[in-house]
């Protein structure tokens, strides 16, 4: 199991804050989501997936729980995006392998992000040496704690803004495996 420094702590007031939040108030706006890219590597080698928000309205939090399969990719990171400043909190760990719970705040009072639409978090993951497999997708998922949200937006007055989530994926390229011999 990985974890940030501050991960168990921040774990619990994520899992309050979601399970607090979310059936109280929420926003609804046409055309909010979050989508998680896509990228194209060799095995061995650390890809990037970049997560972005696109929300017609201010959002102060994100909360993102997310699977991939962990025979193909591991270790697991995240770092911050273009809509972040040094006044926001990202914590993330992987509760179980193939897991990754994701939290961003303000560390003031609610603090929105910078903009409504770009790059949130950019996920790294390196993809396993030796992997046969073609692909993983890294989805949102419920498991571990059914009663939390798979992914959760708190816009600054604390509301959930309803929104959807598109799924990822990183594609292993066996071809590029031997471009180094053709150099």
Do not use: K, Y
Request: glycine share 8%; proline share 5%.
């Amino acid at each position: 199991m990985q974890r940030s420094l501050a991960g168990t702590s921040l774990q619990a007031a994520a899992q309050i804050l979601a399970v607090l939040l979310f059936p109280l108030l929420v926003t609804t706006v046409g055309g909010q989501s979050l989508a998680i890219g896509a990228a194209t590597s060799r095995p061995g080698d650390t890809v990037s997936v970049e997560v972005t928000l696109d929300v017609p309205l201010d959002c102060a939090g994100v909360l993102l729980r997310l699977e991939f399969d962990p025979s193909i990719l591991e270790h697991p990171v995240v770092e911050r995006g273009d809509i972040l400043t040094s006044g926001h909190l990202i914590d993330f760990f992987s509760p179980a392998e193939g897991r990754l719970n994701v939290f961003v705040a303000g560390l003031s009072r609610l603090e929105s992000l910078t903009a409504r639409t770009g790059v949130v978090v950019r996920l790294g993951f390196r993809i396993r040496q030796g992997t046969t497999a073609s692909f993983s997708d890294i989805s949102p998922t419920q498991s571990g704690l059914p009663e939390l949200p798979s992914s959760n937006l708190l816009d600054s007055s604390g509301s959930s803004i309803v929104h959807t989530v598109s799924p990822g994926r990183i594609i292993v390229d066996h071809s590029l495996s031997d471009l180094w011999m053709l150099q």
